[in-house]
C-alpha cells in the first residue's frame, strides 16, 4: 500500500460573510500564486476549529465580529495545494475596514454578477452553490 505524500503545513479556513445581497472580499499584499481576491482567511491554529478560524479571521483581517452559520465544504485548493475549509459566517457586529493592514491591501463587499470580475478562474461549487442561493433570492 502506498501512503500519498500531504501537505504538512496547517489548513486554511477562509470565511464567506454576506451581508446586504454582497459577499465580502479581501485583496493580498502578497498573492498566493494566482489568488489576488479572496475571502477573509489564513491558518487553522493548532487545536482550533475551522469554523472557529474562520470568525478569528474575519475579526483579524476586516474587523468584523461574525459568527459560524455552517461549514460549506473542503479541498486541496488547485492553485496553492493548501487544505482549505469555507465556512459560510452571518455579520454580528463592526464595519468591514482594512484591519490587517500588513496582509490586506484593501476589501470590498461584491455582489453576485461581480464575482468573476475578483475570482476569474470560478469558485469552489459548493461555495458558488450558497451564494448563488443567498445572493440571488
Given at each position: 500500500m502506498?501512503q500519498?505524500?500531504?501537505?504538512?503545513?496547517?489548513?486554511?479556513?477562509?470565511?464567506?460573510v454576506?451581508?446586504?445581497?454582497?459577499?465580502?472580499?479581501?485583496r493580498?499584499?502578497?498573492?498566493?500564486?494566482?489568488?489576488s481576491?479572496?475571502?477573509?482567511?489564513?491558518?487553522?491554529?493548532p487545536?482550533?476549529?475551522?469554523?472557529?478560524a474562520?470568525v478569528?479571521?474575519?475579526?483579524e483581517?476586516?474587523?468584523?465580529?461574525?459568527?459560524?452559520v455552517?461549514l460549506?465544504?473542503?479541498?486541496?485548493?488547485?492553485k496553492?495545494?493548501?487544505?482549505?475549509?469555507?465556512?459560510?459566517?452571518e455579520?454580528?457586529?463592526?464595519?468591514?475596514?482594512?484591519?490587517?493592514?500588513?496582509?490586506?491591501?484593501?476589501?470590498?463587499?461584491?455582489a453576485?454578477?461581480?464575482?468573476?470580475?475578483?475570482?476569474?478562474?470560478?469558485?469552489?461549487?459548493?461555495?458558488?452553490?450558497?451564494?448563488?442561493?443567498?445572493?440571488?433570492?
Amino acid at each position: 500500500m502506498t501512503q500519498q505524500k500531504t501537505d504538512e503545513r496547517p489548513g486554511i479556513a477562509a470565511a464567506i460573510v454576506v451581508h446586504g445581497g454582497r459577499v465580502l472580499m479581501v485583496r493580498r499584499r502578497v498573492r498566493e500564486g494566482q489568488l489576488s481576491w479572496q475571502f477573509p482567511a489564513g491558518e487553522v491554529e493548532p487545536g482550533e476549529e475551522r469554523e472557529d478560524a474562520a470568525v478569528r479571521e474575519t475579526q483579524e483581517e476586516a474587523g468584523l465580529t461574525v459568527a459560524a452559520v455552517k461549514l460549506l465544504g473542503e479541498r486541496v485548493h488547485p492553485k496553492t495545494g493548501r487544505l482549505m475549509s469555507y465556512t459560510a459566517c452571518e455579520m454580528l457586529d463592526g464595519t468591514a475596514h482594512v484591519a490587517d493592514t500588513e496582509e490586506l491591501a484593501e476589501l470590498a463587499w461584491v455582489a453576485h454578477e461581480e464575482i468573476p470580475q475578483y475570482v476569474p478562474y470560478g469558485l469552489f461549487e459548493p461555495v458558488q452553490q450558497y451564494l448563488d442561493a443567498a445572493l440571488l433570492s
